[in-house]
Every structure is written in structure tokens, then in C-alpha cells.
């Protein structure tokens, strides 16, 4: 069974999706801010955070950056503010999904599902030269510097590794990567800006990840 926690102030709201999620064959657990949040990460393993932004003591970004830092726990968002700009920065603080309030339980729980999934289902890597993956704690190794990546961007630099020099539309990533749910090009190329800034640390090196403007992306070939 996989296990979940959830991460609101609000006490009506995270036991409503706390029995929900239960009835959907998820152990669960709650907490009441970022930082009773974080102390939970210390003692249990978790498959999936969800993870509101306003909150007392720890804020959800404040929570985001510090679990970041040890962890690549899948986190989904789930918040009141609506702007897209709010959007973009959440996932470039690392988290891997995002929806707005007022929350949609069949929705939720199938997004927990996709992203448990989109870590259990990465596909083995032919170790390219330069990058290899680990699956196991999906980092990735640069000349012997471990980089941990979040499941999101895991999924997709496994995706582009596995075949070099074939371009990947934004469309061939959604529907690999985030099967069963909606996201936008946005979306997608902040996970890609997100990982170039993680893997591609080296100005004077030709960039990993390369750019085919109309279409998508490619990792690049040796």
C-alpha cells in the first residue's frame, strides 16, 4: 500500500481528503504546516506529498526547498492561488505537479497514482559516456558528482537519454511521461529548465539537452 501525506492548515479539509484517499487503497497520514511536515519526512518513507502553499510555522515553497535538499519525494501541489506564474515557480522549486482548489478528489487521487507510477515505471538506461541514472535513487552521476533529480525529471531525462538524437515533441513527453493527465507546454519546459540547471553546470561543455525549436527536445549524441 502506498502511503500519502497530505499537508494543509486547514483540519476539515485535510481529513476530507485524508478519508477520501483512504478509501482509495492509500495509507495516509496528516500535518498542519511545512514543518510538522518535514519532521514526518524524518521518521516515515513517503510515496507521495500533498502539499498546500499557505501554511503557519513553514510555508509550502519554504517546505518544497528544504525537503529538496534530502529528498526527491513526489510532491503535488494543491493551492488556492490560481496564477500561472505561481504554477511555474512551485515546480521550478521542484515540485512535480500542481492543481487548484477547491480540489477534485478523483482527479487527486489519479494524479498520486500517475506520479507513484511515473517513478516506478522508468525505463533502464544504456549508461550514456558522460550521464548515467541510477533508478534506485533516481540521481543522476556528472564525472562522479551524484545530481538527485525530482521523479518528474528523472522520467523525462530517462525518456530523452533512451534513444539520443531523436527529437521528442512536447506531445511525445505528455503522453509518456504524464499518462492520464493534463499539462502544459509550460509545464514541460520548466522541467526541462529545471534539469539543464542541475546537469548541464559545465558553460564551457555542449549543453545535454538539446533545444529543436517548433518541436521539442533531444538528447544529444556523442
Excluded at 514543518?35 to 519526512?41: D, H, I, P, S
Excluded at 558522460?130 to 543522476?140: E, H, M, Q, Y
Aim: net charge neutral.
Amino acid at each position: 500500500m502506498y502511503r500519502v501525506l497530505v499537508v494543509d492548515d486547514r483540519i476539515s479539509l485535510r481529513e476530507t481528503i485524508s478519508e477520501y484517499l483512504s478509501q482509495q487503497q492509500l495509507e495516509v497520514r496528516c500535518a498542519g504546516d511545512g514543518q510538522e511536515a518535514f519532521q514526518l519526512c524524518l521518521i516515515y518513507d513517503f510515496d507521495c506529498i500533498v502539499l498546500d502553499l499557505m501554511m503557519p510555522k513553514m510555508d509550502g515553497e519554504t517546505f518544497i526547498q528544504k525537503l529538496r535538499t534530502r529528498s526527491n519525494i513526489p510532491i503535488i501541489v494543491v493551492s488556492a492561488k490560481v496564477d500561472e506564474t505561481d504554477t511555474v515557480n512551485v515546480l521550478a522549486m521542484g515540485a512535480d505537479d500542481y492543481m487548484t482548489k477547491p480540489v477534485k478528489m478523483k482527479e487527486l487521487t489519479a494524479r498520486i497514482y500517475a506520479v507513484i507510477r511515473r517513478v516506478s515505471n522508468i525505463m533502464t538506461i544504456v549508461p550514456n559516456q558522460l550521464i548515467r541514472l541510477d533508478s534506485g535513487s533516481r540521481t543522476a552521476t556528472i564525472n562522479h558528482s551524484k545530481i538527485m533529480l525530482t521523479p518528474t525529471e528523472f522520467a523525462i531525462l530517462s525518456l530523452l537519454m533512451s534513444n539520443p538524437g531523436h527529437v521528442y515533441s512536447r506531445r511525445n513527453i505528455f503522453d509518456t511521461i504524464f499518462v492520464g493527465e493534463y499539462v502544459s507546454d509550460r509545464t514541460i519546459d520548466v522541467h526541462i529548465r529545471n534539469l539543464r540547471t542541475k546537469i548541464e553546470f559545465d558553460s564551457t561543455k555542449p549543453p545535454f539537452i538539446v533545444t529543436v525549436y517548433g518541436i521539442g527536445y533531444k538528447f544529444r549524441e556523442d
